[in-house]
Structures are given as C-alpha cells and as structure tokens.
Nanobody
C-alpha cells in the first residue's frame, strides 16, 4: 500500500512561487509513475505534471509548461512540484498520485492512478 502526503500549499500573489511536496511511504513497489493533479472549484480534476520515476521522463499540461517543474528526491521518497510565475488560474486543490508505469496510457488519465494523497490548497490572488 502506498501512502502519499502532500504539503507546501498556501496563498501567494500572481507571479509568485510555491513548491509542493509529496512524501511517499517507503514501500512504493511498482508505483513508479507519479503525478500532480489539480481541481479548481466547479471544474474537473486535471493533470498538471507527471514523472516516470524509472525512466526520468516528465510530462506537463500545456497550461503549466515552462512554469512548473516536477522532480523527485529518491533518498527522501519525495516528489516535488516547483511552481513559478503563478497565475490566478492556478488556484486549485493539488493532489499527488501514484501508479505503475506498466501498461502505459495517457499520463493525465486520473482513473489510472490508484493511490492519492489528501491534497493541498494553492490560492493565487491577482
């Protein structure tokens, strides 16, 4: 069983930065594909970024490309999302998720992720 705990959310003005962290339990097993999703009020959950932890490949939504960076610290079993040049449209609850890289599929298909954290709120004011 994989347990994920997010932290690092908060309130920031437009143009500011935040770094989200996702601490994974020691046993990640075959859950070697991890992603950050977000859900704004009244909107569907969407993928922001993902990382194939074995291959080191990254994936980003067009809306965050060039502003967000996903990375990992294997020694700490932690996934990060560095968010720069934040915009009010980035306001959402951000969730960390994990799945196996086997089987492929679209990285932003949230139905393929069996493990989820509780979320951390990010609010960007104009």
């Amino acid at each position: 069983q994989v347990q994920l705990v997010e932290s690092g959310g908060g309130s920031v003005q437009a143009g500011g930065s935040l770094r989200l962290s996702c601490a994974a339990s020691r046993y990640t097993g075959s859950s070697n594909f991890m992603g950050w999703f977000r859900q704004a009020p009244g909107k569907e959950r969407e993928g922001a970024a993902a990382l194939d932890t074995d291959a080191g490949l990254t994936y980003y939504a067009d809306s965050v490309k060039g502003r967000f960076t996903i990375s990992q610290d294997n020694s700490k079993n932690t996934l990060y999302l560095q968010m720069n040049s934040l915009k009010p449209d980035d306001t959402a609850m951000y969730y960390c998720a994990a799945r196996s890289r086997l089987g492929g599929g679209w990285w932003a298909d949230d139905l393929r992720y069996p493990y989820w954290g509780q979320g951390t709120q990010v609010t960007v004011s104009s």
